[in-house]
C-alpha cells in the first residue's frame, strides 16, 4: 500500500473570507483567547491606524493554527511588531508543535522584513525560553462557584467589608449599549494616575465590533455615574478590561462594589473563570487584585530583538517617564483628553 501523503502546512494572512474560519478555530482552541478573535484586526486598524498581519496556518483546507500580529511605530516609545497590542494575551495558538514554529517562523521573518527594533509575543505559557522576557507582568484568574453568595464568603474579609459598605451606600450597576459615558470616567481616571487615555472611538468599536461579548456596566449613585467597566465574555469567562471611578468613588467603595456586580452576574449566568487581568508585580491594581483573594500568575511576555540593541521599557515604571506622569496628573481634564490619544495610540 503506498503511504498516504500529507497535506503540506501553509502559513497565509487573513483576509474578511477567511475571518469565519478563523473565530470558529478561536473558539475550539484551547489555547486561544478573547484577544485571539479576527474582530481586533479591525479595531486596531481603525481605531489607531496600526497595520496589521493575522497570520494563519492551514493544512488541507484546516486551520492549524493563528498568530494576530499589528505593528506600532511610534518615535517616543518604539517600533515594534507585537501579539497583541493593547491586549494582556497575545503569541500564536495552535493545534500542534508543527503549526506554532511554522507562524513563529514567519513572525520573525516579517520582523526582519519590516526592520521592527523588535518582535513581542504575549504568552501565557512560556514558548521561548531562549527570546528575552519581559519581567514582572502576572495575570489573575480564579474559578467561581455558581452561586454569587459563595464567591462572597470566599472574598478576604477586609475586601468583603469594602463590597458591603458599597451595598450599603446604594449603589446601583447597569448594563448599557453606549459607550462614551464609561470612556468620560475612564478618561478621568487614568489622568489621575498619569496616564493619556485613548479616543472613545476606540471603546465604540470594541462595542460595534463584539458585540453582547464586549459589556458596559455603569455604577451609579443618586442618579450620578461614579464607575464603569468595559468587559469581555469569551467562552466560559469573563474579563473586566477598561475599568474606573470618579473621585466620589473612593469613598463609596464604588469599584469594589462593581468588580462585585459583574462577578454576581457572570456566574448567574454560567460564567466559570474570572480573569482580572495584568499588573505589574507590586502595582497598586496588583494589590487590589491580591485582596480579592485571587493568586498572580507570571505572563511570558517573550521577545525577540531584531534592530534593538536592547529592549527599551515603555512601562510607566520606567523612572524616564515619572516627570511625564506628574505633570500629566496636573493637567486640566480637558486637555488631557485633547492630547491623549495622540500618544496612547502608541502604547499598546
Given at each position: 500500500?503506498?503511504?498516504?501523503?500529507?497535506?503540506?502546512?501553509?502559513?497565509?494572512?487573513?483576509?474578511?473570507?477567511?475571518?469565519?474560519?478563523?473565530?470558529?478555530?478561536?473558539?475550539?482552541?484551547?489555547?486561544?483567547?478573547?484577544?485571539?478573535?479576527?474582530?481586533?484586526?479591525?479595531?486596531?486598524e481603525?481605531?489607531?491606524?496600526?497595520?496589521?498581519?493575522?497570520l494563519?496556518a492551514?493544512?488541507?483546507?484546516?486551520?492549524?493554527?493563528?498568530?494576530?500580529?499589528?505593528r506600532?511605530?511610534s518615535?517616543?516609545?518604539?517600533?515594534a511588531l507585537?501579539s497583541?497590542?493593547?491586549?494582556?494575551?497575545?503569541?500564536?495558538?495552535?493545534?500542534?508543535?508543527?503549526?506554532?514554529?511554522?507562524?513563529?517562523a514567519?513572525?520573525?521573518?516579517?520582523?526582519?522584513?519590516?526592520?521592527?527594533?523588535?518582535?513581542?509575543?504575549?504568552?501565557?505559557?512560556?514558548?521561548?525560553?531562549?527570546?528575552?522576557?519581559?519581567?514582572?507582568?502576572?495575570?489573575?484568574?480564579?474559578?467561581?462557584?455558581?452561586?454569587?453568595?459563595?464567591?462572597?464568603?470566599?472574598?478576604?474579609?477586609?475586601?468583603r467589608?469594602?463590597?458591603?459598605?458599597g451595598?450599603?451606600?446604594g449603589?446601583e450597576?447597569?448594563?448599557?449599549e453606549?459607550?462614551?459615558?464609561?470612556?468620560?470616567?475612564?478618561?478621568?481616571s487614568?489622568?489621575?494616575?498619569?496616564?493619556?487615555?485613548?479616543h472613545?472611538?476606540?471603546?465604540?468599536?470594541?462595542?460595534?465590533?463584539?458585540?453582547e461579548?464586549c459589556?458596559?456596566?455603569?455604577v451609579?449613585?443618586?442618579?450620578?455615574?461614579?464607575?464603569?467597566?468595559?468587559?469581555?465574555?469569551?467562552?466560559?469567562?469573563?474579563?473586566?478590561?477598561?475599568?474606573?471611578?470618579?473621585?466620589?468613588?473612593?469613598?463609596?467603595?464604588?469599584?469594589?462594589?462593581?468588580?462585585?456586580?459583574?462577578?454576581?452576574?457572570?456566574?448567574?449566568?454560567?460564567?466559570?473563570?474570572?480573569?482580572?487581568?495584568?499588573?505589574?508585580?507590586?502595582?497598586?491594581?496588583?494589590?487590589?487584585?491580591?485582596?480579592?483573594?485571587?493568586?498572580?500568575?507570571?505572563?511570558?511576555?517573550?521577545?525577540?530583538?531584531?534592530?534593538?540593541?536592547?529592549?527599551?521599557?515603555?512601562?510607566?515604571?520606567?523612572?524616564?517617564?515619572?516627570?511625564?506622569?506628574?505633570?500629566?496628573?496636573?493637567?486640566?481634564?480637558?486637555?488631557?483628553?485633547?492630547?491623549?490619544?495622540?500618544?496612547?495610540?502608541?502604547?499598546?
Amino acid at each position: 500500500m503506498l503511504a498516504e501523503v500529507r497535506p503540506q502546512l501553509v502559513v497565509r494572512t487573513l483576509d474578511d473570507a477567511a475571518a469565519a474560519r478563523w473565530d470558529a478555530f478561536v473558539e475550539a482552541c484551547p489555547e486561544a483567547t478573547f484577544f485571539h478573535r479576527a474582530g481586533w484586526r479591525r479595531v486596531l486598524e481603525e481605531a489607531f491606524g496600526h497595520p496589521t498581519w493575522y497570520l494563519y496556518a492551514e493544512r488541507g483546507g484546516e486551520i492549524q493554527g493563528v498568530l494576530p500580529l499589528a505593528r506600532i511605530r511610534s518615535r517616543l516609545f518604539a517600533d515594534a511588531l507585537i501579539s497583541t497590542p493593547f491586549c494582556v494575551y497575545g503569541g500564536a495558538a495552535a493545534r500542534d508543535e508543527t503549526a506554532r514554529a511554522a507562524l513563529e517562523a514567519r513572525a520573525a521573518a516579517l520582523a526582519e522584513e519590516l526592520g521592527v527594533q523588535y518582535l513581542e509575543l504575549r504568552n501565557r505559557a512560556p514558548r521561548r525560553p531562549e527570546w528575552h522576557r519581559r519581567p514582572h507582568y502576572v495575570t489573575f484568574r480564579k474559578v467561581i462557584d455558581p452561586d454569587p453568595e459563595v464567591n462572597l464568603r470566599a472574598v478576604p474579609r477586609k475586601q468583603r467589608a469594602m463590597i458591603r459598605k458599597g451595598i450599603e451606600a446604594g449603589l446601583e450597576a447597569e448594563v448599557v449599549e453606549e459607550t462614551d459615558t464609561l470612556h468620560a470616567v475612564y478618561a478621568e481616571s487614568v489622568r489621575n494616575l498619569g496616564t493619556p487615555v485613548f479616543h472613545r472611538r476606540y471603546l465604540r468599536l470594541l462595542k460595534e465590533t463584539f458585540g453582547e461579548a464586549c459589556e458596559v456596566r455603569l455604577v451609579r449613585h443618586r442618579g450620578e455615574v461614579v464607575a464603569g467597566v468595559m468587559s469581555f465574555y469569551f467562552r466560559d469567562e469573563v474579563l473586566p478590561y477598561y475599568g474606573g471611578g470618579r473621585a466620589a468613588a473612593r469613598d463609596l467603595k464604588a469599584n469594589d462594589f462593581m468588580y462585585w456586580s459583574l462577578m454576581a452576574d457572570a456566574c448567574r449566568r454560567g460564567v466559570r473563570v474570572f480573569d482580572y487581568g495584568r499588573s505589574k508585580v507590586d502595582s497598586g491594581s496588583y494589590r487590589f487584585k491580591k485582596h480579592w483573594g485571587f493568586t498572580p500568575e507570571p505572563l511570558h511576555y517573550e521577545v525577540l530583538p531584531v534592530r534593538a540593541r536592547r529592549i527599551p521599557d515603555v512601562s510607566p515604571r520606567n523612572p524616564r517617564y515619572r516627570l511625564f506622569i506628574a505633570a500629566w496628573r496636573r493637567l486640566p481634564l480637558a486637555v488631557a483628553n485633547r492630547l491623549g490619544p495622540w500618544l496612547a495610540r502608541d502604547l499598546g
